[in-house]
């Protein structure tokens, strides 16, 4: 058998092979539209079984790589390009964030229900650990009946920010239990973060395009934006933030570094370097948010810019919204210098963490196989990433870009000159399609022709919608 002797932690014989004609479409020795050997020639050239190749096969039609032609073969399938690099103003400006009432109007619809739901960064509920979390968390409020509905600790349940340290090497740092602060939500880290190192009419840099809901954060605060140009394959550019530096006084720099939204990419380890070296220079915070980091593709966790930290100065960021349960409301941050402060932000604003989901979340960490989980979780995403792609490919104008994730389930869909992502998500709305326009992740005109949509929700239903949107699109 071509199976015999496998284990359930070892990749089987179909899923190499599937993977190794992956690997060679992504290297470019077969191009899209090209036929790739047959199964009878597979078959005999690997000595296997042709039922294993078929498996194999199976496994790239549905990662979105191939398809099949009747009476013809397997062929490689066309997708869209990725964006490129948009250039940047020299005239680079602070800006005050202004969201009027359009994009308010936006942020309410997408909060509404939806037959399709392609607008947010949330995961899938069918594809996390549900019942495992609800059996976890009545058996903890059963064991630590007080503690459940007591407030934790100011910095939280310590079993939990000991689980969070000792992952802490995975991601190129070593910090302790006692440096971390547990938050409700990635969004309260960040926003204690910018509490703790801005105040009112000061200008942080951020990477552009950017996450709306810190738009919408810094507003709230009465900061100033300057965007910082930033691409799918390298992030925000660090040299365009050097030259900014010289001439826009910047209290602080918020970055998605590792697997951005809204484009996905992660930054590579040099620039991530580059950028702590450089704000250390000018003594400027990073406040960094992690929170899609542990949903990386590739079998090595990419390094934060904490790794890099020599002085202090990142501020990181991360919760389990993402991997776990967005509703638990449950993050973390590790603040460097600024703890003191940040620890008093908290005391003065939301006090700590939900006490039952820290519980519940502790627990699941110890003895619940989260790594387990992390890796079905991102089989499902490189899976329908790719098949999302290949969708888009199929059914939108002719020079649209989409981008290639390294992780996690957005894509940053960049479509033909002229075409306006506002018009589209308002024409999709009415037909129960809810995509996120690119204007809400910028406070310039630059993004007019983008949407970003979300992978972690896959069926005919929604390969039916991008085809839809599609047909909208052109």
Same mark, same amino acid.
């Given at each position: 058998?071509?199976?015999? #002797?496998?284990?359930?932690?070892?990749?089987?014989?179909?899923?190499?092979?599937?993977?190794?004609?992956?690997?060679?479409?992504?290297?470019?020795?077969?191009?899209?539209?090209?036929?790739?050997?047959?199964?009878?020639?597979?078959?005999? &050239?690997?000595?296997?079984?042709?039922?294993?190749?078929? !498996?194999?096969?199976?496994?790239?039609?549905?990662?979105?790589?191939?398809?099949?032609?009747?009476?013809?073969?397997?062929?490689?399938?066309?997708?869209?390009?990725?964006?490129?690099?948009?250039?940047?103003?020299?005239?680079?400006?602070?800006?005050?964030?202004?969201?009027?009432?359009?994009?308010?109007?936006?942020?309410?619809?997408?909060?509404?229900?939806?037959?399709?739901?392609?607008?947010?960064?949330?995961?899938?509920?069918?594809?996390?650990?549900?019942?495992?979390?609800?059996?976890?968390?009545?058996?903890?409020?059963?064991?630590?009946?007080?503690?459940?509905?007591?407030?934790?600790?100011?910095?939280?349940?310590?079993?939990?920010?000991?689980?969070?340290?000792?992952?802490?090497?995975?991601?190129?740092?070593?910090?302790?239990?006692?440096?971390?602060?547990?938050?409700?939500?990635?969004?309260?880290?960040?926003?204690?973060?910018?509490?703790?190192?801005?105040?009112? !009419?000061?200008?942080?840099?951020?990477?552009?395009?950017?996450?709306?809901?810190?738009?919408?954060?810094?507003?709230?605060?009465?900061?100033?934006?300057?965007?910082?140009?930033?691409?799918?394959?390298?992030?925000?550019?660090?040299?365009?933030?050097?030259?900014?530096?010289?001439?826009?006084?910047?209290?602080?720099?918020?970055?998605?570094?590792?697997? &951005? &939204?809204?484009? #996905?990419?992660?930054?590579?380890?040099?620039?991530?370097?580059?950028?702590?070296?450089?704000?250390?220079?000018?003594?400027?915070?990073?406040?960094?948010?992690?929170?899609? #980091?542990?949903?990386?593709?590739?079998?090595?966790?990419?390094?934060?810019?904490?790794?890099?930290?020599?002085?202090?100065?990142?501020?990181?960021?991360?919760?389990?919204?993402?991997?776990?349960?967005?509703?638990?409301?449950?993050?973390?941050?590790?603040?460097?210098?600024?703890?003191?402060?940040?620890?008093?932000?908290?005391?003065?604003?939301?006090?700590?963490?939900?006490?039952?989901?820290?519980?519940?979340?502790?627990?699941?960490?110890?003895? !619940?196989?989260?790594?387990?989980?992390?890796?079905?979780?991102?089989?499902?995403?490189?899976?329908?990433?790719?098949?999302?792609?290949?969708?888009?490919?199929?059914?939108?104008?002719?020079?649209?870009?989409?981008?290639?994730?390294?992780? #996690?389930?957005?894509?940053?869909?960049?479509?033909?000159?002229?075409?306006?992502?506002?018009?589209?998500?308002?024409?999709?709305?009415?037909?129960?399609?809810?995509?996120?326009?690119?204007?809400?992740?910028?406070?310039?005109?630059?993004?007019?022709?983008?949407?970003?949509?979300?992978?972690?929700?896959?069926?005919?239903?929604?390969?039916?919608?991008?085809?839809?949107?599609?047909?909208?699109?052109?």
């Amino acid at each position: 058998m071509d199976h015999a #002797g496998k284990t359930d932690s070892e990749p089987l014989l179909y899923e190499e092979i599937a993977e190794r004609i992956g690997r060679q479409i992504e290297q470019g020795a077969y191009r899209p539209g090209e036929r790739i050997p047959s199964i009878r020639t597979l078959s005999t &050239n690997l000595r296997v079984s042709i039922n294993t190749v078929m !498996g194999a096969y199976a496994r790239l039609e549905n990662a979105g790589l191939v398809e099949a032609r009747p009476q013809s073969g397997y062929y490689v399938r066309s997708r869209p390009p990725e964006p490129e690099a948009r250039p940047y103003d020299d005239e680079l400006a602070a800006k005050t964030v202004e969201f009027g009432p359009r994009i308010w109007r936006i942020r309410r619809n997408l909060a509404r229900p939806c037959p399709v739901q392609l607008s947010g960064g949330a995961p899938n509920p069918a594809l996390l650990p549900i019942a495992k979390l609800n059996r976890i968390m009545a058996a903890q409020m059963r064991l630590f009946p007080h503690e459940s509905v007591s407030y934790s600790p100011p910095a939280g349940f310590e079993r939990l920010r000991t689980q969070i340290a000792r992952r802490s090497p995975e991601s190129g740092c070593t910090f302790s239990p006692k440096d971390i602060i547990v938050t409700s939500g990635g969004v309260e880290g960040v926003t204690l973060a910018l509490q703790a190192t801005c105040r009112a !009419g000061d200008t942080v840099a951020i990477g552009s395009p950017v996450y709306h809901t810190y738009l919408a954060s810094i507003q709230g605060m009465g900061l100033k934006v300057l965007e910082i140009p930033s691409s799918p394959r390298d992030g925000l550019n660090v040299d365009v933030l050097a030259y900014a530096l010289r001439q826009t006084p910047v209290r602080a720099c918020l970055i998605l570094a590792t697997f &951005n &939204n809204p484009l #996905g990419g992660v930054m590579p380890d040099n620039r991530k370097r580059a950028l702590v070296e450089l704000l250390a220079r000018h003594d400027i915070p990073l406040i960094e948010d992690d929170v899609y #980091g542990d949903l990386g593709y590739a079998p090595q966790r990419p390094f934060t810019c904490k790794a890099f930290d020599k002085k202090g100065l990142v501020l990181l960021c991360s919760s389990f919204s993402k991997t776990l349960a967005p509703g638990y409301r449950v993050g973390w941050i590790v603040p460097g210098r600024f703890q003191a402060k940040i620890e008093a932000l908290k005391a003065c604003f939301s006090v700590a963490a939900p006490s039952p989901t820290q519980l519940a979340l502790a627990e699941f960490l110890t003895n !619940g196989g989260y790594d387990r989980h992390l890796r079905t979780l991102r089989k499902a995403y490189v899976r329908q990433v790719e098949q999302m792609r290949a969708a888009i490919g199929r059914h939108f104008p002719k020079g649209t870009h989409v981008t290639r994730p390294e992780g #996690g389930s957005v894509l940053w869909i960049e479509m033909p000159a002229g075409t306006d992502g506002l018009a589209l998500h308002e024409r999709a709305l009415k037909e129960g399609i809810a995509v996120a326009p690119g204007a809400m992740f910028t406070l310039g005109d630059q993004y007019r022709n983008c949407i970003r949509v979300n992978a972690a929700f896959w069926s005919n239903r929604v390969e039916a919608a991008i085809a839809r949107l599609g047909k909208l699109a052109k």
